[in-house]
């Protein structure tokens, strides 16, 4: 079998690549070094040859290495010269190949894939080489290139891979004896392989590695043994091939013909497996994604990275065995920081139920649950990690309430396993199990299990079995009362874990395919199946519940009822149209009304009810066209009918907490039941006004809370249709303020979906008044929140925030969580509406305290921004906050506390960020110049005048270029702070900032003239016209002094300047 053909254009001689990708590095080298030595062996023979590249080698460690590598490259691209390549390279080089063998474990580990199929098949044809000719550090190369083998996968590359691979090692069999590691190794891959070639077409390829293994196995057992137990979890799987049939039962009851050191089967399962055989089993690839997965995603946020790795790894029929390799690396090998443990990256567990999930195969799916819980089996505190057992409590305790069918069909697995993973070994199990439970609750992993084992949610019969197994952790050690809250509590604190993992951990949970039938260790299974049954209501079957309607799927249901009511609810099976199923639905909700209805039939009506509604709980509930006519008509549905009653009724009513109960039962089975609530709530004219009836609803369900319940409810919404999401939003957040004003996840729900569209409609439902989504007291910690959303989220927050009449300065605190580098949506949103605004104080305390960097123009545009609009205003600010700074001691100044660590500022920030706008303003041509001129040139100040309002005098310049920078820097209230903070501060800040200081000592020196020139006027000095424009008449100037004098009396004085000064710096232009 020969590799076939890359897709993608092959523009260099190495790779496979695009026109679009850049060049890559490795390969350019290597297309240089193969230059160097075409250019040193062209038009030679041989012989020459060889002497031509010994003496280059010669000459030292630079030029060894790119005769070497250049070699190396020739090999791989012209197969005709491989033979004399090899041989000249075996001559020439001076380090034992350990140049070459460094760079073949490179483009193993990051260039395989992307080989050109010439370089793939001359790759393996040098690994054959360097084993036969025996070279140190072959092994290790010939490990990595099995790793490439890649699991699952029957794509002609792959299998031409493990063909040649195997042909290595059985034709340099006696080589590979003599590394332990090595054979180990490959027995490892080989059985795991054999899995996957079952096909009639690949027989012949499964027997060569049939034939392999049983041959290491049989004769170097003990190297084998240091795989540990998962040798046993892969002999176990491929068992039933004749050949492995009879090792098998060597293993299990004639261990010593395997070895005389191996007592037998307990010692091999009481052996932890190395990581580094869970790892090998792995692609690079896909070990690279699932290491990013675990490390940088954050938790929400992983749809898009599992539905690439699904479509990349797991698609196909074959590839449902990966699966057992995927979870066991994440058990064993992925081992997060106590760091990544507290934050919010994706958690393991979270990875593990996707892949559970999205199982559809049952054999597949035991041999899932039972890679999952291998090391359960036999685990020793002394021996074992506690990160090896976690994944599995936790995919249980995060699944009980959003998806009960998860949790039961795993502690179903785990009591079963427990007698039929091998008889004799039954107590050794039980106790293994029994330490894992222990372990787990020293370690705090859980605090209790008895609100996991012994929850309303999981079926009787399966409860029973876990207090029969595990009485130990079926009750809470506290009383009864406060062993409630506490678990009540733990489970809200995990709530919003398990919000997110409904929408992005299980996917698939209509179409997943979990069967509660055992493949491998239930001999029972017949009478499983027929318990199956009762289950269902748990979901265990999703895609036969949504294709398959027939009435014996609620026969075990209405057997439990009594004959009144199994009549009705039969009724209501056969009946053909909503208007019968409505009247006989009220009839149903009557039974149920009456005295002497039997509470206990409760959950069983409840199971029927949920089977029979599943077609109403398809589709779009909100109408294409929303009119009153239209929206009456999407209530009209036997489920309402419930709904409908339960608003007629007064809540001191009996039978309105029977019909809660009859919800609360019906959610459990249903979980879209909230949401629909809530639409019948908002759509029916009958429930005007009733919105709080959903709050006696979430209280009467298991969860018991209403942010809680309603969190979910939006969740699911979510998924199943948008425009319902947005139709709710308003009722939502009017009638709930408390639960949803504060909640930066229902906010983020709602703009993780919504297009342009819909978000334009949610600002006019706010601008209206019809919506509010923000409030002072919390506006600021959801902001903050946001800043990990994705772009278009940030920015429809924003958008939603600014159509709110919220001063900005309640929001203005953010700006010490903004990175520019991180955080660019909310500093852009931020930076256009200061521009709109007036500084106060706190507002240029808040700008000056963001760090000072090169490429953070942030503080340094607002502020010249405001300096334009409102320089006078800011100038006193700057300069209270430079004072007050200044005053402080130095050495407490970053210690000082104020009323938020947010909130510090020191001197050296504020003088760094006045620093910045000097230098920026410094580059508008003349600026700096015309500055230093106007405070030294007497006759410049003849076209200027001084007008005096209270303290301030204000310079009024002719040229508008330097105006803005002019009407910062010539602010009294700046000068006088500059002045005052270099006084005081040492030489080390006055060298730094003497720019800055050098505008105050100017400003101090144009003070002390500027009277004197005023009376004397000197209009004809000849120094007045170095440089300056046409002399101004002197009753211009009296109209201009005239003029500036009204203008300093008005409140708009700053922008009456910025006019003055222009019109006269034109006549000067």
Known sequence: MEPSPAKGKPLGRLLVSSTLDAKDELEERLERCMGIVTTLTNGMSEREANDALTASVCKGPQQHEEVCLGLFALLLTEPAQAQRCYRDLTLVNRDGMNVILIKINQILMEKFLKLQDVCRTQLVWLVRELVKSGVIGADGVLMTLMKQIAGGDISNKNLWLAENVLDILVEQREWVLKSGMLIAMSVYTYLRLIVDHGTPALLVLRQKEVDFCIGMLRE??????IIGRDLVRLLQIVARIPEMELLWKDLLHNPQALSPQFTGLLQLLT??????????????????????????????????????????????????????????????????????????????????????????????????????FYDWLFFSPEKDSIMNIEPAILVMHHSMKPHPAITATLLDFMCRIIPHFFPPLEGQVRQG????????????????????????????????MLRERFPEFCSSPSPPTEGRDESTNEMKMEESVSLEMDNHVLLDKEDGCYDNTEAAFSDDEEEINNKGNKKREFRFHPIKEAVIEEPADITPYVDQLDDTMKEKVLQLQKGSDTETQCEVMQEI?????????????????????????????RGDVLPDEITEESLEESVCKPVCLVFRNLCQMQEDNSGFSVLLEMLAELYQKQPKIGYHLLYYLKASKAAMGKMSLYESFAQATALGDLHTCLMMDMKACQEDDVRLLCYLTPSIYTEFPDETL????????IVAVIDSTQLQELMCHVMMGDLVMFRKDSVLNILIQSLDWETFEQYSTWQLFLAHNIPLETIIPILQHLKYKEHPE???????????????????????????????QFTTSILRHWAAKHDDVLGEHIKALLIKNNNLPRKRQSLRSSSSKLAQLTLEQILEHMDNLRLNLSNTKNSCE?????????????????????????????????????????QTPILQALQHVQASCDEAHKMRFSDLFSLAEEYEEASSKLPKSRRKAPASSPRSRKGAATPVSNEEESA??????????????????????????????
Not at 932 to 955: A, D
């Open 220 to 225: 170097k057992f003990m190297e084998c043994f």
């Open 271 to 372: 052996a932890r497996t190395s990581r580094k055989f869970l790892a090998c089993r792995l692609t690079p690839d896909m070990e690279t994604k699932l290491l990013f997965m675990t490390s940088r995603v954050r938790f929400g946020q992983q749809k898009r990275y599992q539905d690439w790795f699904q479509r990349q790894y797991l698609s196909t029929a074959e590839s449902q065995s990966l699966r057992c390799d995927l979870i066991r690396y994440i058990c064993g090998v992925v081992h997060p920081s106590n760091e990544v443990l507290s934050s919010d990256i994706l958690p393991r567990w979270a990875i593990i139920g996707w892949l559970l999930t999205t199982c559809t195969s049952n054999v597949a799916a035991s041999n899932a649950k039972l890679a999952l």
């Open 433 to 464: 199990v029994f330490n894992s439970l222990t372990f787990i609750m020293e370690k705090r992993v859980l605090a209790h299990l008895a609100p996991l084992f012994d929850n309303p949610k999981l079926d009787r019969e399966l409860r029973s």
């Open 589 to 617: 909700v009557d039974l149920i009304l009456e005295e002497d209805f039997d509470s206990e039939q409760m959950s069983t009506l409840a199971s029927c009810l949920a089977e029979l509604f599943k077609g109403h709980f």
């Open 742 to 749: 504060r909640s930066g996840e229902l906010l983020n729900m």
């Open 826 to 856: 909310a500093l852009s949103c931020l930076l256009l509406q200061l521009r709109r605004e007036k500084p106060s104080e706190e507002m240029v305390k808040m700008v000056l305290s963001r760090p000072c960097h090169p490429e953070d």
């Open 930 to 970: 015309s500055l230093t001129h106007i405070h030294t040139n007497p006759r410049l100040l003849e076209h200027t005048h001084l007008s005096v309002n209270g303290t301030r005098p204000t310079i009024h310049l002719l040229n508008s270029k330097t105006a803005v920078c002019v009407s910062v820097f010539t």
């Open 1040 to 1069: 201009s002094s005239s003029a500036s004098e009204e203008e300093d009396s008005k409140p708009k004085a700053p922008k009456r300047k910025r006019k003055g000064s222009s019109a006269v710096g034109s006549d000067s232009d």
